[in-house]
C-alpha cells in the first residue's frame, strides 16, 4: 500500500520561509516522479515543481519565480519543498504527487498523470 505523508506545513509571515516534507512508503522515490501541486481556495491544482526518476527538476516559474526548490533523499524515500520569500499567494494546501519515472517535460503538470497523492498541508502566508 503507497502511502504519502506530508509535513512542515503552517502559518508564516511575507518573506518568511517553509520547508515541506513527503515521506513515501509502498514505493522507492528514486524510480519515480515526485511533483508537489497546491491549491487555493476556489482555485484549480496548480503545478509547482516536480523532480523526475534522473534527477532533474521542473518548476512552475511563473508561480514560484526562483523562490522554491524541490529535492528528494532517496535514502529517507522522501521529497522536500523548500519555499522561501514566501507571499500571500502562496496560501494554498501543498500536496505531493508521484507519478511514472518516464513522465516527459511537457506531461508534469497534469494531475491525471500522478498515481499517489498526499493528503496535503497547508501554508498560510499573512502579510
Known amino acids: 500500500q503507497v502511502q504519502l505523508v506530508e509535513s512542515g506545513g503552517g502559518l508564516v509571515q511575507v518573506g518568511g520561509s517553509l520547508r515541506l516534507s513527503c515521506a513515501a512508503s509502498?514505493?522507492?522515490?528514486?524510480?519515480?516522479?515526485m511533483a508537489w501541486f497546491r491549491q487555493a481556495p476556489g482555485k484549480e491544482r496548480e503545478f509547482v515543481a516536480a523532480?523526475?526518476?534522473?534527477?532533474?527538476?521542473?518548476y512552475n516559474v511563473d508561480s514560484v519565480k526562483g523562490r522554491f526548490t524541490v529535492s528528494r533523499d532517496n535514502t529517507k524515500n522522501t521529497g522536500y519543498l523548500q519555499m522561501r520569500n514566501l507571499a500571500p499567494e502562496d496560501t494554498a494546501v501543498y500536496y505531493c504527487?508521484?507519478?511514472?519515472?518516464?513522465?516527459?517535460?511537457?506531461?508534469?503538470?497534469?494531475?491525471?498523470?500522478?498515481?499517489?497523492w498526499g493528503q496535503g498541508t497547508q501554508v498560510t502566508v499573512s502579510s
Open positions: 504527487a508521484l507519478g511514472s519515472g518516464r513522465l516527459i517535460t511537457s506531461s508534469l503538470r497534469d494531475v491525471s498523470r500522478y498515481d499517489d
Open positions: 509502498g514505493r522507492t522515490l528514486r524510480t519515480l516522479t
Open positions: 523532480i523526475k526518476s534522473s534527477g532533474g527538476t521542473s
